[in-house]
């Protein structure tokens, strides 16, 4: 016998549709939500629905935003002629949360994946290099993970990006803080070796 209200049992399928959410977590967020007073369920409920009719993406970086340009590339503190080149808005927001960014960003919206059928094309590379071009941008920071595809990408961009007068810069990758080195494995040393510093 099935004891899972009908209604309920559609919120735990829609909520289990979601990514890194398993059927656990979303029988538990499901039964959260029932216990709460019906005026949040219904304000969540507005806020998803109303959702893709609210964020639009900025013409110029292509990130999610609610007004064009977004908020940085409209706040005029923000350095024009530096572009951070990310994968996703998530990215985006984690690069933010440090706030010792004060350029602007372009959001490629994927990586090339030509398994999964990812070209040049499907990601907003030309829209990159036309920015480029258009705002005379003196220096590009290529923020793609460094995953095989995120080094594709970055490696395909630095080739395109060469013809153009900019200097073209790669996020540092290496041993992260408070980690033993005798546990870093073999490409996250490499890394690190590659992109040492000068102490002083």
């Known amino acids: 016998m099935n004891v899972v209200p009908p209604a309920l049992a559609r919120l735990i399928d829609d909520l289990n549709r979601l990514p890194g959410i ?13 216990r709460r007073p019906a005026v949040e369920a ?34 005029p503190g923000r350095d024009p002629d530096l572009i951070c080149v990310v994968e996703g808005p998530a990215d985006l927001m984690a690069i933010e949360k440090v706030a010792s960014f004060k350029g602007q960003y372009h959001i490629l919206h994927g990586v090339l994946s030509p398994m999964d059928g990812v070209g ?4 907003r ?10 705002q005379g941008v003196a220096e590009v920071l290529l923020a793609t993970s460094s995953t095989v595809p995120g080094e594709a990408t970055a490696a395909y961009l ?43």
Request: hydrophobic share 45%; aromatic share 2%; proline share 4%.
């Open 42 to 75: 219904h304000d969540l409920a507005h806020d998803i629905a109303n959702l893709h009719e609210a964020i639009n993406l900025c013409s110029n970086c292509f990130a999610f935003s609610e007004s064009d340009p977004c908020l940085i590339c409209g706040d």
């Open 158 to 200: 630095a080739s395109r990006l060469q013809s153009l007068p900019v200097k073209v810069t790669r996020l540092a990758c290496g041993i992260p803080m408070g980690m033993d080195i005798k546990y870093a494995d073999e490409l996250t040393l490499a890394r690190a070796i590659a992109a040492r510093q000068e102490t002083g």
């Open 120 to 123: 040049p094309a499907e990601i």
């Open 125 to 134: 590379i030309d829209a990159l290099l036309s920015r480029v071009r258009r």
């Open 22 to 34: 398993g059927k656990k977590t979303a029988t538990r967020l499901a039964l959260h939500i029932l």
